[in-house]
């Protein structure tokens, strides 16, 4: 079983508008973290979340990390261009110092 | 400051070669790890070291695959007898210590097997 469910897989968006992605499971962690890879390149760290309810903003991004520590969401406002890349959640277990990684939100934004 | 470094950039093998796959971590990190990505795919974690020492090889295949991380040089995936299904692209990452730490990826090595 998937210890992340990344949802959607997928989205397509125009220019300018909002998305939402999301990082969920049944454990809880200590931290998370989220990456965007764009094509042709490795991970890069956006941001990492560690207390429980948590919101962290980097410019049109907008991070939160559940109360319980189960989830995250990760927010752009006014989506461009250059947002268009697969996310990635990343999160140490709790238990057993496992690192895992999502499946990963493909989004692509049109100008 | 150098990032993480990852060559070749591109490999093309033909079934039963072999593939060698290197990485040179980020100056002053002793961590390294080696993930697979298929296409449209996330990441799978294939294998974790320390110099000389491998930490947690869980995700990696038993057959066909071996790592490494000499005390002096890059890390080295190498992967015997490459099939169709192990064409992917591979990325290293690295951390200064412990696992708990940010990982630095590289830029990917990109393997196709004819």
């Known amino acids: 079983t998937q210890l992340l469910e990344q949802s959607p897989q997928f989205l397509s968006i125009q220019e300018g508008e909002n998305l939402t992605v999301y990082c969920n499971s049944s454990?809880?962690?200590?931290?998370l973290q989220w990456y965007r890879q764009e094509p042709g390149e490795g991970p890069v760290l956006l941001v990492t979340?560690?207390?429980?309810?948590e919101v962290k903003k980097l410019k049109r991004l907008t991070f939160q990390f559940g109360d319980a520590r189960k989830d995250s969401s990760l927010h752009i406002t006014a989506a461009q261009p250059g947002d268009t890349g697969l996310y990635l959640c990343?999160?140490?277990?709790?238990?057993?110092?496992?690192?895992?990684f999502g499946g990963g939100t493909r989004v692509l934004v049109k100008p | 400051n150098a990032g993480v470094m990852q060559n070749p950039r591109h490999l093309v093998r033909r079934r039963g070669q072999e593939a060698r796959l290197r990485c040179s971590p980020m100056?002053?990190?002793?961590?390294v790890y080696w993930y697979r990505q298929l296409p449209e795919e996330g990441l799978k974690f294939m294998v974790y070291?320390?110099?000389?020492?491998?930490?947690?090889e869980s995700g990696m295949p038993k057959e066909r695959f071996s790592a490494e991380f000499p005390k002096e040089g890059p890390s080295i995936l190498r992967i015997q007898q490459v099939v169709r299904g192990d064409s992917a692209a591979y990325f290293c990452?690295?951390?200064?210590?412990?696992?708990?730490?940010?990982?630095?990826f590289g830029p990917g090595t990109r393997l196709l097997v004819l």
């Open positions: 990452a690295s951390s200064p210590r412990s696992v708990g730490e940010t990982q630095y």
């Open positions: 454990s809880v962690f200590s931290s």
């Open positions: 979340v560690v207390t429980g309810g």
């Open positions: 990343r999160v140490l277990r709790a238990a057993g110092n496992k690192l895992t």
């Open positions: 100056k002053g990190h002793s961590h």
């Open positions: 070291l320390q110099k000389e020492n491998i930490i947690d």
